[in-house]
């Protein structure tokens, strides 16, 4: 299980605002609490989707491997909020974009010294990035199988005198969000949305 986390920044915000004396500090409150509010419902709907963007597993797979995001919201005595992200660890290679894809090859007429892939099966886990071979814990060449338990094509290697599906497994959607690139974009979304919001919300204020 992984977490990450990215919360508001509610002082640095307010220290760099200077359009606020015609306000009470009461109304500035109430203002940045509603804008924090959306703000992290916003920044938790941001970081769902570049979690599901950012690799090629498949789309009836990734909406129960999605993270589970909670929402901390500022209490009466508190400005700040939070989106709290958590998840599993490795996703299944087979849910992913494979090549050959998922089936079991028709062998008929290939002799059986031949009935496999010459490198093992590829798979490319970033949308858009390079194919790379799967292997075994020993560099084992992987291949398409049909279980005998439940008549489901899986993706296994050869081990001893049987075969394994064990250890391959690519990064999961909250992998995703732990990557460099991607959280500094949900940090700096989150910043200019609170930006945003707030400035919405004092602007409503001062219409009234």
Do not use: C
Request: without cysteine; proline residues 6%.
């Amino acid at each position: 299980m992984a977490k990450t986390m990215v919360a508001t920044d509610v002082n640095r915000l307010l220290k760099s605002m200077t359009d606020v004396v015609d306000l009470t500090q009461k109304e500035v409150k109430k203002a940045v609490r509603l804008a924090v509010k959306q703000t992290v419902i916003r920044t938790k709907k941001k970081g769902l989707y570049l979690a599901a963007q950012r690799y090629t597993i498949q789309k009836d797979k990734m909406k129960r491997l999605l993270p589970l995001a909670a929402v901390e919201v500022p209490a009466a005595d508190t400005l700040d909020g939070s989106v709290t992200f958590t998840g599993d660890v490795g996703v299944p290679v087979r849910y992913f974009k494979t090549n050959p894809r998922r089936a079991i090859p028709n062998w008929k007429g290939i002799p059986p010294k031949r009935r496999k892939p010459k490198n093992g099966i590829r798979y490319a886990p970033l949308k858009g990035g390079a194919w790379t071979y799967v292997h075994g814990p020993e560099g084992q060449k992987t291949f398409w199988f049909r279980s005998r338990q439940n008549n489901n094509i899986l993706l296994g290697y050869r081990k001893k005198d049987t075969i394994s599906t064990e250890g391959l497994l690519g990064p999961s959607p909250i992998q995703a969000l732990q990557h460099h690139e991607t959280a500094s974009f949900l940090r700096a979304y989150m910043d200019d949305t609170l930006k945003e919001r707030v400035e919405h919300q004092l602007n409503r204020l001062r219409k009234k």
